[in-house]
């Protein structure tokens, strides 16, 4: 038998939801979006189960992240119920819940616990720069595998045991049963999902917004690959160089426009940007725009005499890397996509 949470909603609150009981259960929510289908009914259910605190229910369905938050069923609500941001309020919530080391939620519902943290991420930066003297070159070098360490670290210790988590809520405890195999053959949803994000094109006018997500995560990861593995800060490669340059212009410029937006608040989806969005996007920003002028002060002899240029670079690299990426918005990239796996498993018997 399920149970009812009654003190849910103010729980969930602190995430980031509206009035829950606004809402009158209408359907139109549903009836409008086209994501919505009948094997896959929402948001209303999602938010009767809200309004009742059935918590395990909505920690063992995938159905928050199976929305992609076109905004239509928030523009059209009768009551302004804010469905889509419920919607967007519970991934936040089932981040937390799947994270075990629990700072998730703390970050999510603080904003002081959050700017703290970025502060004592400033202060390590700096202490390790003022103990290696401020030696440039080795510092660097310091830095080029902190980023290797760092991926390798954050997605072993915590992100790989977080979806574990997640499998766990979503497919062990709902009581499906997947064959083995079904894994692999199924595994091609987890890639093509991960990279396209695919299912964001069945949102009414939402194409414009997908090509911008899929220019982001190409030159996101693109990036990556070529200061990581390429060594962009390093290299004399001029096709490496100019690589990188593109590649950080991209980052930079579609976060701006992401930003230009969230301040215009022209879309739906921008009226109720929560801390942790606002995050992802200046930090994403600040990480393509200061790898751009970094390397650009590589090129012009000029990054010896100007250290402080690489230090806050690497100050929003860190950041980034043990705050955003673990525990942020940035999740919410790798569960959404793992969830398509996931629900084409469920589906798969």
Not at 307 to 329: D, E, S, T
Request: aromatic share 18%; with cysteine.
């Amino acid at each position: 038998m399920a149970k009812i949470n009654p003190d849910f909603k103010d729980e969930l609150k602190k995430y980031g939801a509206f009035d829950l009981n606004a809402c009158y259960n209408c359907g139109h929510c549903t009836a409008v979006c086209s994501l919505s289908t009948e094997d896959d009914s929402f948001p209303r259910e999602m938010v009767r189960f809200s309004v009742l605190g059935l918590e395990e229910n909505l920690k063992t369905s995938l159905k928050p992240w199976l929305c992609y938050y076109c905004g239509e069923c928030s523009e059209t609500c009768p009551r302004q119920a804010f469905p889509g941001e419920l919607m967007m309020t519970l991934r936040r919530w089932l981040t937390a819940k799947y994270d075990w080391t629990r700072l998730s939620g703390l970050l999510y519902k603080s904003l002081p616990v959050s700017i703290t943290f970025f502060i004592l991420v400033i202060a390590a930066v700096l202490g390790f720069s003022s103990y290696e003297k401020y030696n440039v070159e080795h510092i660097m070098h310091i830095g080029h595998y902190f980023e290797m360490f760092a991926i390798a670290g954050v997605f072993t210790v915590i992100l790989l045991p977080n979806i574990i988590r997640m499998w766990y809520y979503t497919i062990i405890k709902s009581g499906v049963k997947v064959k083995f195999s079904t894994y692999f053959k199924k595994l091609r949803e987890l890639i093509v999902h991960m990279f396209t994000q695919k299912r964001a094109l069945g949102c009414d006018d939402n194409q414009v917004r997908w090509f911008e997500h899929l220019i982001l995560v190409i030159g996101y990861l693109s990036l990556l690959f070529t200061t990581v593995v390429l060594d962009w800060f390093g290299t004399e490669s001029k096709f490496v160089i100019y690589l990188g340059y593109a590649e950080s212009a991209v980052i930079f410029i579609v976060t701006f426009i992401f930003m230009f937006e969230r301040i215009k608040k022209s879309r739906e989806l921008a009226r109720h940007a929560h801390p942790s969005d606002w995050f992802f996007v200046i930090w994403l920003f600040l990480m393509g725009l200061t790898a751009f002028i970094v390397r650009t002060f590589i090129d012009a002899d000029l990054i010896e005499n100007n250290l402080w240029m690489y230090l806050i670079h690497l100050i929003v690299l860190v950041q980034w890397a043990v705050i955003i990426v673990p525990f942020g918005k940035w999740t919410h990239f790798l569960y959404r996509s793992f969830a398509m796996y996931f629900d084409a498993l469920k589906k798969a018997d």
